[in-house]
């Protein structure tokens, strides 16, 4: 099979998994204990208003009608009001939107990007002190609570040190947003040559970039080790040192590329991690992401934007997932082979 | 002749006791070579003990509030200061201790019984229950946990128990699918044949014959999970779901200490959030060294 068909015939595995994330999210607006109208009509409602509003949401039909109901609003686009902001919630989350994707795939890249070559290190000089490290990164992030590792990162690099500006948000209010063009504050900036915004809203990200990069860091980091140690002692590396190619080729070439498919395939479970940290992060730093307008929703128990939310969340992870198996299908050179 | 006679039954019996004394051995084995999980297994008791007899232990009453000492940094009097109701810290956290371990030991608990018959039955009998389990637990992980974890709670009410119910579902593929695994590869084993031949009834294979076989991957799932529970219940009362002010819950203190922070009084969310890690610590280690115990081979 070529590597087209593969990817395809992933897309299309990926279907029937949202009609199932569609599902579940309509029974938890559906099929609760408590009456979704009287919630609506709020305390002071009369039996004549419940109902009416019960027609009005469609609750006074049969449980498939209304999931038609519901799948013909989410392919319209329509995940319903937000009751605390009276906008429609597709519009807030979309408005939000850009703020967490900034703050995750920085997180992602930035964890990546220093657990990878900590993995490969460690298994390479297994039993240093650089193994060791690997060994104490991966046991204390995965017990480490991330809204803890953000206060504390937060005390000691604003408080006491003095380093990093409060944790309020995207940019300090001396800057004025840049033009929206990809709504990444600092590619923003740098787009308009904003350098002082740009540098500003990089300074904002940094924390909780790096709280968030520190819980994603254990899996990838144990991950890269334990893949590239089976790697190095596999057969074929055996071969290509026998064979005379330099250390450095057997390594980065060989080794490295089959130790990264394993990695690829956790990243999947990373992302839930990740899209689910990033609520609590928010939080921490008052970063104005869709994570915390579901907290704020949850406060005041809005409903559909809090369901909204869970969909769109899901949604993305579902998204992230067949992202991941398109690169593992482009990096796995016994697919090229095949083709 | 009083020898011949005796003789069989003393057997039997030395060997049992040496089947303790050899289970007790390399249980002293994998203490003594690995003295991690010889201290894991000490902060277990110790968390243990504080859960059932902290709230007598005390000095101070976690609930009560003096307005002139409030925020006080650590001292004698308060060995983790006091907080901005002027409550003492160190008793909130002692006490908290119950209310932690019980919610995820409960969610846990719930989990690990309801994945483990439904994993065993799929695993069992495959058929449309197989499928049927399968696609429930496909659809559950193909959401972000903790945000699926957030939409049931949200859903169904702003409650301590809906935040065991809803750690107990996000939890449930992960049992489901060791328990459905290790009863899969046995259902057909030697014994199981056997069993099934002397004319036992299918349901009593499964659950005399081939689950007590499961337990021991099961029981280091249990603990790797553990861990992770208590996280996720920790992180719902920080967004403010579940636990209300004014009860002790490591989650909630370090939501209230947060607000402290930048002002710089650390102590507030310190310490509960140091108690909620070395929770989850010691549940981690345990869950390696327990892995060490069941399963030699996978020594790391």
């Known amino acids: ?339 | 002749m009083t020898d011949a006679t005796y003789t069989p039954q003393l057997a039997a019996g030395a060997k049992r006791s040496s089947a303790w004394s050899r289970g007790f051995a390399h249980f002293r084995y994998v203490m003594t070579s690995n003295p991690v999980t010889f201290i894991a297994f000490v902060l277990l008791a110790g968390m243990i003990v504080i859960a059932l007899f902290g709230p007598m232990l005390v000095p101070h009453d976690p609930l009560a509030t003096l307005a002139d000492k409030a925020l006080k940094p650590p001292s004698r009097e308060h060995w983790f200061g006091t907080d901005q109701l002027g409550r003492d810290v160190f008793s909130r956290v002692i006490v908290a201790t119950r209310l932690d371990l019980l919610i995820s030991v409960s969610a846990v608990a719930l989990s690990f019984f309801v994945g483990a018959a439904m994993g065993a039955c799929a695993g069992y009998w495959g058929g449309w229950f197989d499928k049927l389990s399968g696609r429930l637990l496909d659809t559950i992980m193909a959401f972000p946990l903790f945000v699926l974890a957030m939409g049931i709670v949200a859903a169904a009410g702003n409650t301590i128990q809906n935040i065991v119910i809803a750690t107990a579902i996000i939890n449930l593929p992960f049992y489901a699918r060791v328990a459905r695994a290790e009863v899969s590869i046995r259902r057909n084993a030697g014994y199981v044949q056997a069993a099934r031949l002397s004319g036992n009834s299918e349901l009593r294979i499964l659950i005399w014959k081939i689950l007590p076989n499961t337990l021991p991957p099961m029981m280091v799932q249990l603990s790797l999970n553990m861990g992770w529970a208590i996280l996720n219940a920790a992180g719902l009362s920080f967004i403010g779901l579940g636990v209300r002010p004014p009860t002790a819950e490591w989650g909630i203190m370090v939501a209230e200490g947060a607000n402290y922070i930048v002002s710089g009084e650390w102590w507030l969310a310190l310490f509960p959030g140091a108690a909620l890690m070395l929770a989850v610590f010691t549940f981690n280690l345990l869950g390696d060294g327990l892995r060490d115990l069941v399963d030699p081979q996978r020594r790391t």
């Open chain 1, 1 to 339: 099979m070529s590597q087209l068909a593969i990817i395809l015939a992933r897309v299309l595995q990926a279907i029937p998994t949202i009609f199932g994330i569609v599902v579940v999210t309509f029974l938890l607006t559906r099929a609760l204990p408590g009456d979704p109208a009287a919630y609506f009509a709020g305390a002071s409602a009369t039996p004549e208003s419940i109902a009416e509003i019960r027609a009005r949401l469609g609750l006074d039909q049969p449980l498939p009608l209304q999931f038609v109901d519901y799948v013909r609003d989410l392919a319209s686009g329509d995940l319903g009001q937000s009751i605390s902001t009276g906008q429609p919630v597709a519009t807030e989350l979309l408005r939000r939107l850009p703020a967490s994707l900034e703050l995750t795939l920085f997180a992602l890249l930035l964890s990546v990007g220093v657990a990878v070559p900590l993995g490969v290190l460690a298994a390479v000089r297994q039993d240093s002190w650089i193994d060791q490290l690997c060994r104490f990164v991966v046991t204390a992030g995965v017990s480490l609570p991330t809204f803890f590792t953000g206060l504390l990162l937060v005390y000691v690099f604003y408080f006491l040190l003095g380093w990093a500006p409060a944790p309020l948000g995207r940019l300090d209010m001396l800057h004025i947003p840049p033009p929206q063009v990809t709504g990444f504050l600092v590619i923003d900036g740098l787009i308009a040559r904003e350098w002082g915004t740009a540098w500003s809203a990089f300074k904002q990200l940094l924390l909780p970039g790096i709280t968030l990069a520190l819980f994603t860091l254990a899996p990838i980091a144990r991950m890269t080790r334990a893949a590239m140690l089976q790697a190095l002692a596999s057969e074929y590396l055996r071969t290509a040192r026998a064979a005379g190619l330099s250390s450095g080729r057997v390594l980065m070439v060989y080794a490295f590329r089959n130790a990264m498919l394993p990695v690829v395939t956790t990243l999947g479970m990373v992302f839930s991690f990740t899209l689910g940290a990033n609520v609590l992060v928010e939080k921490v730093f008052a970063w104005p992401g869709i994570g915390s307008f579901a907290i704020e929703a949850l406060v005041v128990s809005d409903y559909a934007a809090v369901q909204g939310f869970v969909l769109s969340m899901a949604v993305l992870f579902v998204l992230l997932n067949l992202a991941i198996d398109t690169l593992y299908t482009l990096i796995d050179p016994r697919v090229r082979i095949e083709g």
